[in-house]
């Protein structure tokens, strides 16, 4: 019992990470593999969550035997590392935040029926909100509102899984062929699955620099063991709801061949309304409520993540010149980026796809190296030989190194040739 009782106390960086995770790629990618390809895609889709467990794992277990972050570690291991990471931090920044509002506005005037409005201000309407209570809320409030949210999505979620099981799955269409993943396309469309599953490699620095935060704002530091279960329970959802969207995906559009939209919005729109004709009328507001919740939390923990991570580069890069873990500065890093973000929304609206899939490439072809770098953070000698990583994750980290770099340069082919 005393064992549940730290587990909740110590929820919060792997809750937020699970939050932040699943997004497009859960709510699109997840539903999209169930719905074109069936239980077939189970098997990367565990397959992504095992071999990328343990670079996310070591920004948890770097940063609580050090009290540093992970990317203050990169600076250690040597500045190419660090200006390395906010190169790739520059590039995705001012991308990734724009296109999770452009589709969480475009679900908002969608799913709640107001063409009336324009999907820029819409945008810059959930900039305010988001922006304005990170900054009141801060670290403390946006814990305990998302705690709320996911305890919700996935009761909810769950509750949509079991009610499509029981409803059983829809027929086929006659002569029902199902499409091969052995081809550009499928392949294409499982790596990214698996690349964006559960997410970014980049972003483990995020649940870094949150554990920090926790520490800071509750002025306790867990044991390693603590924290390690903290984060493994925030995984665990993180996958178990990937294959809750798989089996919905399965269960109401495997068969059909139902012509898919590539665009994250309008195929949102698609499912939520085959959800509730395979469902009943009455689930539509549920599933709508599950959909836009599941990008609205997102959305905040990618705007909070990124501006510490932006604010943390800056003090390894200038730590002579001023301290940039300042409230003000915080304040300041969230504005900056609403700004900035929301301009390009507007400017870029009608190419957010390039810009987005150039942020993907990024990520895709810089996952391995990014995977290595954590490993030299938890192998270096500020790590006691003690609470290194045992030999079994180890072997699993080089495992997934070799995976991603299989599927980066395959990615990077298919991409450039």
Not at 99 to 121: H, P, Q
Not at 124 to 131: E, K, N, T
Not at 224 to 245: C, M, P, V, W
Not at 301 to 328: E, G, M
Request: glycine share 6%; net charge positive.
């Amino acid at each position: 019992m005393s064992t549940l009782r730290t587990l909740i106390k110590n929820l919060g960086p792997g809750l937020l990470f699970a939050s932040m995770a699943i997004g497009t790629s859960h709510l699109v990618l997840s539903t999209k593999a169930g719905a074109q390809y069936g239980w077939m895609m189970l098997l990367p889709i565990i397959l992504a969550n095992v071999f990328k467990y343990p670079f996310f794992e070591f920004g948890v277990r770097y940063t609580n035997i050090t009290e540093k972050s992970l990317i203050e570690g990169y600076k250690i291991r040597g500045r190419l590392y660090l200006w390395f990471y906010a190169l790739i931090t520059f590039i995705t920044t001012f991308t990734i935040l724009a296109a999770l509002y452009t589709v969480t506005a475009g679900l908002f005037i969608n799913l709640f029926k107001v063409d009336f409005l324009s999907l820029t201000w819409v945008a810059l309407g959930l900039f305010i909100f988001i922006g304005f209570t990170l900054i009141i809320g801060q670290y403390k409030f946006m814990e305990l509102s998302l705690k709320l949210i996911i305890t919700i999505l996935f009761l909810a979620l769950l509750a949509t899984t079991v009610i499509v099981l029981f409803k059983g799955t829809v027929p086929h269409m006659p002569n029902f062929q199902p499409p091969s993943i052995f081809n550009d396309v499928g392949i294409l469309f499982l790596i990214s699955l698996m690349g964006w599953m559960p997410t970014t490699v980049e972003a483990s620095s995020w649940v870094s620099l949150w554990s920090i935060e926790k520490w800071k704002s509750e002025k306790n530091k867990p044991l390693l063991k603590d924290s390690l279960r903290e984060f493994n329970t925030g995984y665990f959802i993180t996958a178990i709801l990937a294959i809750f969207f798989l089996i919905i995906g399965w269960a109401t559009l495997y068969g059909t061949q139902t012509e898919l939209s590539n665009n994250a919005v309008t195929f949102a729109d698609q499912v939520v309304q085959l959800f509730t004709t395979h469902i009943g009328p009455w689930s539509y507001i549920f599933i709508a409520l599950s959909a836009f919740a599941t990008m609205f939390s997102t959305c905040m923990t990618a705007h909070d993540a990124l501006a510490r991570v932006c604010l943390d580069i800056l003090q390894q890069l200038k730590p002579k010149k001023r301290s940039f873990k300042h409230k003000s500065s915080f304040s300041i890093a969230i504005v900056s980026l609403a700004l900035i973000n929301f301009l390009v929304v507007s400017i870029f609206r009608a190419n957010m796809g390039d810009l987005v899939a150039l942020a993907t490439f990024v990520s895709f072809v810089v996952a391995p190296i990014i995977g290595y770098m954590n490993l030299k953070n938890v192998t270096s000698a500020e790590i006691p030989q003690g609470d290194r990583p045992q030999k079994w994750l180890q072997i699993l980290t080089y495992s997934g190194i070799v995976f991603l770099a299989f599927f980066s340069i395959y990615y990077f082919w298919l991409m450039v040739f």
